[in-house]
């Protein structure tokens, strides 16, 4: 089984602080993606990373892509409380295989 | 624009009893899949479908079987569900030409006592 590791697990934070989740494996993406998932609804795709040292920004959002396309991370700048839920990163391996998913960091910024 | 519907919102069974989830995508998609999600586990693949009259094995399949009814309908069936399958489930289609993005359902709450 292909793992991918995020960290933290979990995140409190207070409206207008700055935050970093990351996603980690062992293998090489040929792709990664954000995911953001609200209680009691399905996850929404945020961003798509395809090339190593990639960077996408959404607003207050900036997605950045290692270099060896093994790593991820999602930055969030001055963070509201609408930016509350879980975070997914997901991966695409090489080959024809489904999206292997991460455990999720559960964000709650406070107002 | 209904996107991904499934049904129903939420079940509770009794241990032993059979269900058939129902997931239905309305975007004219090639792939779809079903995922269970538990708590610090994220989402874990179930079985998925590449195409019409094609299904195959994810990650954690055993207990559960799958239909690819058309293009439209991809059903997710607990034979004799048993507690250990209590998750939320989502089925998702993936868009076509793009082998990443995925449109998911609003999930099935699913207890088993």
């Known amino acids: 089984t292909q793992l991918l590791e995020q960290s933290p697990q979990f995140l409190s934070i207070q409206e207008g602080e700055n935050l970093t989740v990351y996603c980690n494996s062992s293998s090489v993406f040929s792709s990664l993606q954000w995911y953001r998932q609200e209680p009691g609804e399905g996850p929404v795709l945020l961003v798509t990373v395809v090339t190593g040292g990639e960077v996408k920004k959404l607003k207050r959002l900036t997605f950045q892509f290692g270099d060896a396309r093994k790593d991820s991370s999602l930055h969030i700048t001055a963070a509201q409380p609408g930016d509350t839920g879980l975070y997914l990163c997901?991966?695409?391996?090489?080959?024809?295989?489904?999206?292997?998913f991460g455990k999720g960091t559960r964000l709650s910024v406070i107002a | 624009n209904a996107g991904v519907t499934q049904t129903p919102k939420f079940q509770v069974l009794k241990t032993g009893q059979s269900m058939t989830l129902q997931c239905a995508q309305d975007m004219n998609h090639n792939s779809m899949y079903w995922y269970r999600q538990d708590p610090g586990m994220g989402l874990r693949l179930i079985y998925y479908s590449a195409s019409e009259g094609t299904t195959d094995k994810g990650e954690v399949p055993n207990g559960y079987n799958v239909s690819r009814l058309n293009k439209r309908e991809f059903s997710l069936r607990l034979e004799s569900a048993a507690p250990s399958q209590t998750s939320v489930y989502f089925c998702?289609?993936?868009?076509?030409?793009?082998?990443?993005?995925?449109?998911f359902g609003s999930g099935t709450q699913l207890s088993v006592l």
């Open positions: 997901a991966g695409l391996y090489s080959g024809n295989t489904p999206l292997v």
């Open positions: 998702a289609s993936r868009e076509p030409g793009s082998r990443e993005k995925l449109f």
